[in-house]
């Protein structure tokens, strides 16, 4: 799973490289909490990616798309030799996830706060089709400045959406600055309990932490979220804790500093 999670960080650096623009650092605090999912976690079929006993995952902080979508190929879903498309004129892999375009996306995403309330209305959809099919929305921390997220939790603790698992991406740091600079969102934990959810906080990148709370949350009597603890740019030592890499490409020197590191740790 280490080895797996270093090679998706390759891949989305590689990806962001060839296609001159895209968000690193969101991209790179997801990859275990992604690879956790898609590899531990759901219940899917990469050969049989419309299913209707699939579980659902909703990628809503869409920026983050890059991890997703190695994750996706290196998953089966389709070939790895399609990644260097990423965000070229007429490619599948556009800068925020379509899925139309792209099987094994349950959502087309990336206009940030929405993810949540398409979450809650498939999780309703499935209830009231009698289906046990979890759904699994990742959201970044910036992300819960958006009114429509606390709406949408508002939503599935009333319905008792206990099939939903929210997971916050905390790596504390947002396109221009630190979320507790921008707009204080603590304590996370307080908030998500005051709004009926069962809430547990897990280290981001750790693959034993977060089996734990996955777990932990398939056993929750209500809608659950996981709190996960994360780096911004998690891997590449000067991308990690800055908004600098938010939503932006590496020149030459860097890319190759980059890759040095996680190829460094692949051996």
Not at 84 to 91: E, I, M
Not at 240 to 252: D, I
Request: charged share 25%; net charge negative; hydrophobic share 40%.
């Amino acid at each position: 799973m280490q080895e797996l999670a270093l090679r998706i960080r390759l891949d989305v650096l590689e990806m962001i490289r060839a296609a001159g623009s895209g968000h690193p650092g969101g991209s790179f605090s997801v990859v275990e909490i992604l690879v956790e999912l898609y590899w531990k976690v759901m219940n899917i079929r990469p050969n049989e990616p419309l299913w209707e006993g699939r579980d659902r995952f909703i990628l809503s902080k869409g920026h983050a798309c890059p991890a997703l979508y190695s994750v996706l190929a290196r998953r089966g879903f389709f070939d790895p030799d399609e990644l260097p498309s990423l965000r070229k004129l007429g490619s599948r892999l556009q800068g925020h996830p379509n899925m139309h375009d792209l099987s094994g996306l349950d959502a087309s995403t990336g206009s940030l706060g929405q993810g949540l309330s398409i979450s809650c209305g498939i999780a309703h959809g499935n209830r009231l089709n009698k289906r046990e099919n979890r759904v699994y929305c990742l959201l970044g921390d910036g992300e819960l400045q958006e009114g429509n997220i606390w709406e949408a939790a508002m939503t599935a603790s009333h319905y008792n959406l206990k099939h939903l698992t929210a997971i916050v991406d905390r790596n504390r740091v947002q396109l221009d600055g630190n979320v507790s600079g921008i707009m204080e969102i603590e304590p996370l934990v307080d908030k998500w309990l005051a709004f009926g959810w069962d809430v547990i906080v897990a280290d981001g990148h750790s693959f034993p932490s977060l089996e734990k709370a996955f777990e932990h949350c398939r056993e929750a009597p209500f809608p659950s979220a996981i709190i996960a603890d994360t780096v911004k740019g998690k891997g590449v030592s000067f991308m990690e804790g800055t908004c600098k890499w938010h939503g932006r490409c590496p020149n030459e020197n860097e890319y190759a500093a980059a890759a040095k590191e996680i190829r460094g740790d692949l051996s």
